[in-house]
């Protein structure tokens, strides 16, 4: 069951993040663990942290960027750097954390690892641009949890003293690839005169046996254990539970190469596999859904319950999150150490990923970013849970600005989770939240600050797909009376030009006769009501709640690298061979190449080419893409799913939990839970009190480690202790 969203907001956030008594002890004990008998005995402590779809710490953060593949060279061209301040920057949840975990002490057996986004660059495994295959159907993340695995390999040699890598950079690369391509194929066993199928096991084991030669030739240190820590988001957070799984088939009784070794702490914000074919192909073709549920090759494994060598973690899931491309993947575990738990928000909202601004949402600081808050709650649930991520106050001060939480943020948080009541495990009443907003912003969207603050293309985007959503509910509508069967002579609702203010998934199920499902009749009553909130929550939604469906698209570039591809693309073909969005491309870059000369020539620039030629000098200037561009972008099979720049789900369908069971019509195993109303809820949700577990604690301190736990000054715990 997912649990409830938590009522407090992490405000202040040094307040909130500051150590517990139970985290001292913790926290001393991992030091005293460490630094008994050194060098003579050092624990590994390795942290993965497998970044989301599209996600890169070196291009959101730093402004690194990754020029086209020269056709000559293969190698991509260079491309200067932009300079993004603290304000500008859009790295995610996953990258954050990475930032916390001590990087300077492997001498002492600590081994932080960045695994970039599937769709980004990834040099060490090959990878040098962006890429669509990467961002579409997840390729390159198996060779990513491989790549993660050999570094553990790395870590546990660099801590036995090797004076070199059991693999360099290369190495490893070249490996993760290999293991793609071999294991699963089929070989021949020569001496056995049998044909053998290559195990991960197989594949493994020379690996193993080289690392444990190479410590069995370095009797010190010894190595008492080993500790793996995993963060992930997004298919970097599919990645991340699969990774748990490879490496336990790598253990035997526990062990690995002999040494005792767990996952203390696997941290994941809102899986999504979708690899291969999703889950949105499935449902809106006729192959069975059971074919195309985007849990293809590695990402099996997310269907099983979590080996028992993780001891804890956490997932939180994103309550509002509906597209048809990401779907949940949740997680089951037999231990009990690991919990599932509602945030508000949509994908992004709750692994990070946007920037301050972007949408018109959370603007001014990466404290008005709605993610700053799971972002807190996670970093304060793994160093419960003995990570040795560094203290908040020990952080670089740059670090800390990527942990704060905002006092409007914290005002807007407490108003949405008082309004949630005691119902906060209910996706439902998430949902009902959501929906009653967008009810109030049907007519009012383009008046909110969040809108007005938008860029060009935002404000397309959103305007848009608000236009979709008035189609859909008028698809409802006229589905609401319908049984499912077609009367004589009856014509249908729509005509195909429709499609151009109808979703796909709404259109077609009217043009079918279809019935309401009982998530479609529970939304468009909450539509037809039209209860207001109260303003405080309305804000929360206005100022921080971004909108997934407006700004996923399914065809047009998304990021700045895709702007360039387009825009080499277009200039490469004939004038006679462009289509009409080509054109807008090819003379807006036109315009700008001029600008460009303009300027060289020391001649005067209007305000406008001003603009223009800065904007040049670190992006790429591109034509507002709008639904009626959308016959020049889309594929044949983006034709399949939608008429517009985005899926064709829109609002009113309810977003796919994973593991689900049926083979043509499919279901989650949690399915009344998920659509449980909060009518239906007999007993109020157990309090933080009530919940509270109570551990014994050593203490040298008794008095200064109860001031910690309270946040009281020492010598005021000491006056009231001796009163």
């Excluded at 949940?328 to 509602?342: A, N």
């Excluded at 499902?517 to 100022?543: N, Q, T």
């Excluded at 899926?647 to 009344?672: A, C, M, T, V």
Aim: glycine content about 8%.
């Amino acid at each position: 069951m997912i649990e409830a969203t938590p009522s407090k907001a992490p405000y202040p956030v040094d307040a909130f993040l500051k150590p517990s008594a139970k985290e001292c002890s913790t926290i001393a004990m991992e030091a005293c663990r460490v630094t008994v008998d050194l060098p003579c005995n050092i624990p590994v402590r390795v942290a993965l942290f497998f970044d989301g779809t599209n996600n890169n710490l070196y291009r959101d953060k730093d402004g690194t960027r990754v020029g086209l593949i020269n056709p000559d060279t293969k190698e991509p061209a260079s491309v200067d750097p932009v300079q993004l301040k603290p304000e500008e920057a859009s790295h995610s949840n996953v990258a954050r954390l990475f930032s916390t975990f001590p990087g300077d002490k492997r001498t002492q057996g600590y081994f932080p690892y960045y695994i970039a986004g599937v769709g980004t660059p990834f040099a060490e495994i090959g990878e040098l641009t962006e890429t669509d295959d990467g961002k579409a159907f997840a390729k390159g993340g198996q060779a990513r949890i491989v790549w993660g695995l050999l570094q553990v390999l790395n870590a546990i040699n660099g801590t036995s003293g090797g004076s070199k890598p059991l693999y360099d950079d290369t190495e490893v690369g070249k490996l993760a690839q290999s293991y793609v391509n071999n294991v699963g194929r089929v070989e021949r066993d020569v001496e056995n005169r049998q044909n053998v199928r290559v195990t991960h096991r197989a594949w493994f084991k020379p690996h193993l046996e080289k690392l444990k030669a190479e410590l069995a030739s370095r009797p010190k240190p010894i190595i008492p254990s080993i500790t793996i820590s995993v963060f992930g988001f997004s298919r970097g957070a599919a990645e991340a539970a699969a990774f748990c799984h490879f490496f336990a088939e790598l253990l035997d009784g526990g062990e690995l190469i002999g040494i005792p070794s767990s996952i203390d702490f696997l941290g994941v914000f809102d899986i999504v596999a979708t690899v291969g074919m999703s889950d949105s192909a499935g449902r809106t073709t006729i192959i069975p859904r059971a074919f195309f549920d985007g849990h293809w090759a590695w990402a099996g494994r997310l269907l099983r319950p979590l080996p028992s060598c993780v001891k804890a973690g956490r997932h939180y899931v994103a309550a509002h999150e509906q597209r048809m491309n990401f779907p949940l993947t949740q997680i089951r575990s037999e231990s009990g150490g690991f919990i599932e738990v509602f945030f508000p928000g949509v994908h992004s909202d709750v692994g990070g990923g946007y920037a301050p601004g972007e949408y018109g949402k959370g603007r001014g600081a990466q404290s008005a970013m709605l993610s700053q808050i799971p972002l807190a709650y996670m970093y304060q649930a793994a160093r419960e849970a003995g990570v040795p991520l560094k203290p908040f106050s020990e952080l670089e001060e740059r670090d800390q600005l990527d942990f704060l939480v905002g006092e409007e943020l914290a005002s807007a948080w407490t108003a949405y989770t008082k309004e949630l009541g005691r119902h906060g495990s209910f996706l439902t009443k998430h949902m009902e939240l959501y929906y009653r907003w967008r009810a109030a912003r049907l007519t009012s969207l383009e008046n909110t600050d969040s809108f007005k603050a938008s860029s060009p293309q935002a404000q397309e985007d959103m305007r848009s797909s608000n236009n979709m959503l008035r189609g859909d509910l008028e698809a409802l509508t006229v589905r609401k009376p319908m049984t499912g069967r077609r009367d004589d002579g009856q014509d249908q609702p729509f005509r195909p030009s429709d499609l151009s203010r109808i979703n796909h998934w709404q259109y077609y199920r009217a043009q079918n006769f279809q019935p309401l499902d009982k998530w479609e009749k529970w939304a468009l009553d909450i539509f037809e009501k039209h209860e207001p909130l109260p303003a405080e929550v309305a804000r929360f939604f206005d100022d921080y709640v971004h909108d997934s469906l407006a700004g996923f698209y399914l065809a047009g570039a998304v990021t700045e690298f895709d702007k360039r591809v387009a825009v080499e693309k277009a200039r490469a073909k004939r004038a006679s061979r462009r289509s009409d969005f080509d054109k807008k491309v090819v003379a807006l870059s036109d315009k700008v190449l001029a600008v460009q000369q303009k300027q060289k020539d020391n001649l005067p620039l209007t305000k406008e080419e001003q603009a223009l030629f800065d904007e040049a000098k670190t992006g790429t200037p591109f034509p507002i893409m709008t639904d009626s561009d959308t016959a020049d972008m889309r594929s044949v099979l983006i034709k399949t799913q939608t008429d517009t720049r985005r899926e064709g789900g829109g609002y009113l369908l309810r977003r796919s939990f994973y593991p689900q069971e049926g083979f043509f019509i499919r279901e989650s195993i949690n399915e009344d839970e998920l659509e449980r109303a909060p009518t239906e809820l007999a007993l109020p949700d157990k309090t933080a009190a009530d919940t509270v577990t109570y551990e014994f604690i050593w203490s040298d301190n008794l008095i200064g480690d109860l001031a910690i736990n309270t946040g009281e000054p020492i010598f005021g715990a000491e006056e009231r202790m001796l009163a």
